[in-house]
């Protein structure tokens, strides 16, 4: 699959970017510059020589993929979804953005965000996508590292089939296991718990991830 990652320039993008490719898939490496583009396409080729990474601009690169990923900051949304709603119509479009907020006390998630969450807000402006909030809660630098991740990432968003695609797609990331978390309701939810694992990472060392037990019926963690 052609997988477009705007802001795949930035640690997350990266991060997802080497390991998609080196699960097989094709990446189309978006930004805001056909430079920085480039840039990051030699460096991601560099540290996989086998993989296949088009540099492209990131309006260029919604048309180009097949499932795009969202991996910019949360004030970038409001100028980067509109000119690129129509080449993401009909496609499955992975928001991995977190609105935070950094005090003195430490990370906190954003409440008062336009239309309830990050998730909602893409909806809210490529209304025929059908967006997916997922890998929120991921370490950007284990996931460059192509680390054993032991993670969960929970997937959430209106359309069933659009989940059950980035379930799929999840397989790729190194010892993650994908679990449906339902509607793009609880959006919102996901993306503030970066907020506490990036205080708990301060607090206690590490670089902490989501991990949930007590589930019978789902697959195990690789
Ligand atoms: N870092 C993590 O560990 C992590 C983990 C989970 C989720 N996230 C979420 O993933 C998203 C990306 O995180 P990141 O750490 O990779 O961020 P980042 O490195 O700060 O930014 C990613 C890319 O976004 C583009 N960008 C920056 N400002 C922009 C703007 N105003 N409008 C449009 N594009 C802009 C830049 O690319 P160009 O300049 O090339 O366009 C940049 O390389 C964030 O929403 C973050 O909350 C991050």
Same mark, same amino acid.
């Given at each position: 699959?052609?997988?477009?990652?705007?802001?795949?320039?930035? +640690?997350?993008?990266?991060?997802? @970017?080497?390991?998609?490719a080196a699960a097989g898939h094709e990446?189309?490496?978006? %930004?805001? /510059?056909? #430079?920085?583009? #480039?840039?990051a396409a030699d460096g991601l080729r560099e540290a996989l020589p086998s993989g296949t990474f088009t540099p492209l601009e990131n309006v260029p690169a919604a048309e180009a993929g097949d499932l795009a990923v969202v991996s910019i900051p949360h004030e970038g949304i +409001? @100028?980067?979804? &509109? &000119?690129?709603? +129509? @080449?993401?119509?009909g496609k499955v479009v992975v928001s991995v953005v977190n609105a935070l907020r950094f005090g003195k006390s430490g990370s906190i998630a954003e409440q008062d965000i336009k239309?309830? %969450?990050?998730?909602?807000w893409i909806q809210e402006l490529a209304p025929e996508a059908k967006v997916v909030v997922a890998y929120n809660n991921l370490p950007a630098a284990g996931l460059q590292e192509q680390h054993h991740l032991d993670a969960d990432v929970l997937v959430c968003g209106k359309s069933k089939a659009a989940r059950e695609q980035?379930? #799929?797609?999840? %397989? /790729?990331? &190194?010892?993650?296991?994908?679990? +449906?978390?339902?509607?793009?309701a609880n959006a919102l939810i996901i993306e503030g718990m970066t907020a506490i694992i990036i205080n708990l990472n301060k607090r206690y060392g590490g670089e902490a991830s989501? %991990?949930? /037990?007590?589930? #019978?019926n789902a697959p195990e963690r690789p």
């Open positions: 699959m052609k997988i477009a990652i705007f802001g795949g320039t930035g +640690d997350l993008g990266r991060g997802l @970017a080497i390991n998609f990446i189309v490496v978006g %930004s805001r /510059s056909q #430079e920085r583009a #480039e840039q +409001d @100028a980067t979804i &509109p &000119p690129m709603a +129509d @080449a993401l119509a239309h309830g %969450s990050c998730g909602h980035v379930l #799929e797609l999840t %397989s /790729s990331l &190194p010892g993650t296991r994908a679990l +449906d978390a339902g509607p793009l989501l %991990s949930i /037990s007590g589930l #019978e």
